[in-house]
């Protein structure tokens, strides 16, 4: 039996690459994986910040009672003169022996929903306000009334860009 070239040529034809229907159905598909896989990654974000939030609120009140319990008894008030205060040792208020600070860290202070990177803003409670009296405090060395410390601190009633309830739907302020 004799075989043609040509009988050879034609039945071994190699197809490389892809059709258009296969790209466009691997294409279609990966935008549907996609369009499922955004609102859960914004939901990992969010519950991420929020986390932050509550460590941050925990770590700056803790900062408040070591603070308070540090503190000589005196006229004064026992409680910080400014958030910032938390971040820098006591020099002489200090009882002998206590632990003088620094009671929380700089980045500590920081709101974990304000877009600029760590910027404060905070409602605080002074110890001289009576319960319910909140005061928006934009900067962390915000100087307060003599003899007035910080009680108290909490997210903003009003919320922070835009930011006001939590994804269980509390309001972050009632954290």
Do not use: H
């Not at 994804?167 to 009632?174: C, G, H, L, P």
Request: net charge neutral.
């Amino acid at each position: 039996m004799k075989s043609s070239a040509s009988d050879k040529g034609s039945s071994s034809v190699l197809k490389n690459g892809f059709s258009l229907i296969e790209l466009v159905t691997v294409v279609a598909i990966l935008l549907a994986l996609s369009f499922f896989a955004m609102p859960t990654l914004e939901i990992v974000y969010v519950k991420a910040r929020e986390k932050q939030l509550r460590e941050r609120l925990f770590e700056i009140r803790r900062a408040i009672d070591a603070y308070v319990n540090a503190r000589k008894n005196d006229a004064k008030s026992p409680y910080p003169p400014t958030i910032a205060s938390l971040t820098v040792p006591m020099v002489d208020d200090a009882k002998p022996g206590a632990n003088t600070g620094p009671f929380v860290s700089n980045e500590s202070l920081g709101n974990p929903f304000k877009d600029k990177g760590d910027v404060f803003l905070w409602e605080i409670r002074l110890d001289c306000d009576p319960p319910g009296t909140w005061r928006l405090a934009t900067q962390a060395n915000e100087i307060l009334q003599a003899g007035n410390g910080v009680y108290d601190i909490r997210f903003p009633e009003a919320g922070v860009d835009g930011w006001k309830k939590a994804i269980d739907d509390t309001e972050y302020y009632k954290w």
